[in-house]
């Protein structure tokens, strides 16, 4: 799993903006961004990601957080980023986001590395031998489609949090820029300004014959401003830097306290899906539920997801074109009735909107209702895409369509995730 991060990263970068497929990711987060980029697309819109490593962890490592059944291992990894975001109308840049960040991401393996993408399949209708890999899409022969696995190792989650601190290069760079503006100001404004006032101040002194040596000690002034200048810039420099990062934390500080809270809500809901025999990744769970959410905001009508049960959603999020997780979700109740898991939280966001070329961005929380039927086991290797109907036999993309094209009939999707009541 190497690198994985990264080569998602990469592809992610453009995926937007492009008719790229994403490689590295599962199809639930291929479909995802599909139904965003179907909005862009509308809206004639054009958005880019870009990521260019920096800091401690720029290539990415493996956490010792992890989850597995028989079959596959979900692990976490995570990465330090310069992350850009830059969203273009009729090829005017109309929003620019840019900070530094922490990538986090679930990456599924099989549990003995096993790779079947290689693997030569006959197709059962029109005999042609193809590598698994390559039927993913459908035969490329006669177009039929196939019910499959995901083809692991697969990013199936993501989410991108601020990342306030600064490296050494960046703190040592952040400090030579600091010092460059306060030894301008000490050696050069303020002495200039000094010359200034003591020239207007020596005239008039003169026109009021005024003692000369007074004169003198008027003009003298600007230099012993630059005497001072050249000796406390470089220590009024480091004050204020030092001034500014201890501000900048404290403003991320208060920014992140309310999220920081939150995680004391996922113990109890852990424990309560422990009792069921459901296992439970923090950032896994967060992850999907906030894929699920993003697309249901994206759609053109949420309530055509399988995963959706909901009212159809309010018009003014029509305009969102982006929404960024801000890496927190709290449960405000966890509630199980005759096996099935009521649950409502709140997601921490920020979200982008345009509307008539014009965008806002905005911190937004969402407020989301969810149920599952714990009586049935978590699957790591679920992927939506991959079921049949249960009716009728006939293979379809589940995750955009909850009724089957054949018979009409909707998938039940509590059988096997969640599904989303509302979202406000």
């Known amino acids: 799993m190497a690198n994985i991060q990264q080569m998602f990263l990469s592809e992610l970068s453009d995926a937007l903006s492009t008719d790229r497929k994403l490689s590295t990711c599962d199809r639930e987060v291929q479909n995802y961004v599909d139904i965003q980029k179907d909005r862009l697309r509308k809206k004639g819109l054009l958005l880019d990601y870009e990521f260019t490593p920096r800091g401690h962890n720029p290539e990415g490592k493996e956490m010792a957080r992890e989850a597995k ?17 830059l969203l273009q109308k009729n090829g005017k840049r109309i929003n620019k986001k840019k900070m530094n960040a922490n990538v986090w991401s679930v990456v599924i393996n099989y549990l003995n590395g096993q790779n079947m993408g290689d693997e030569i399949y006959n197709c059962p209708n029109c005999g042609n031998p193809e590598k698994i890999k390559a039927l993913t899409e459908g035969c490329p022969y006669c177009g039929t489609s196939f019910k499959m696995d995901e083809l692991y190792p697969k990013v199936t989650a993501y989410n991108i949090v601020e990342d306030y601190s600064k490296e050494k290069k960046e703190m040592l760079k952040f400090y030579l820029i600091v010092s460059a503006i306060t030894a301008g100001v000490l050696i050069v404004a303020v002495p200039v300004a000094a010359l200034v006032i003591a020239i207007i101040a020596a005239v008039i002194m003169a026109m009021m014959k005024t003692d000369p040596t007074r004169i003198m000690q008027m003009l003298m002034l600007p230099l ?10 470089p220590i009024m420099g480091f004050i204020i830097g030092g001034l500014i990062l201890f501000g900048n934390l404290l403003i991320g500080a208060a920014k992140s306290a309310p999220l920081l809270a939150t ?16 296992d439970y990744m923090q950032e896994f769970f967060m992850s999907q539920t906030v894929a699920k959410m993003k697309s249901a905001i994206y759609s053109e009508d949420a309530r055509e997801l399988p995963f959706y049960e909901g009212e159809a959603l309010p018009e003014e999020m029509k305009d969102i074109v982006d929404v960024f997780f801000r890496g927190a979700m709290d449960f405000k109740s966890v509630e199980v009735r005759n096996d099935i898991a009521y649950v409502s939280a709140d997601v921490y966001t920020e979200v982008l909107r345009e509307s008539n070329g014009k965008t806002r961005e905005s911190e937004r929380i969402f ?12 699957d790591l290797a679920f992927s939506i895409s991959k079921f049949m109907c249960p009716t009728c ?6 995750y955009k369509h909850k009724n089957c094209p054949a018979c009409g009939n909707a998938y039940k999707m509590e059988d096997a995730d969640w599904v989303i009541d509302s979202i406000k």
């Open 69 to 85: 059944d028989e079959h596959y291992v979900a692990k976490m990894w995570t990465s330090t980023t310069k992350y850009t975001r």
């Open 224 to 233: 012993g401003a630059l005497g001072q200048g050249i000796f406390t810039a």
């Open 263 to 278: 995680f004391a809500s996922h113990q109890k809901f852990e424990d309560e899906l422990k009792k069921y025999g459901q």
């Open 367 to 378: 407020h989301v209702n969810m149920r599952k039927n714990l009586s049935k086991k978590n």
């Open 393 to 398: 036999g006939v293979s379809f993309n589940a």
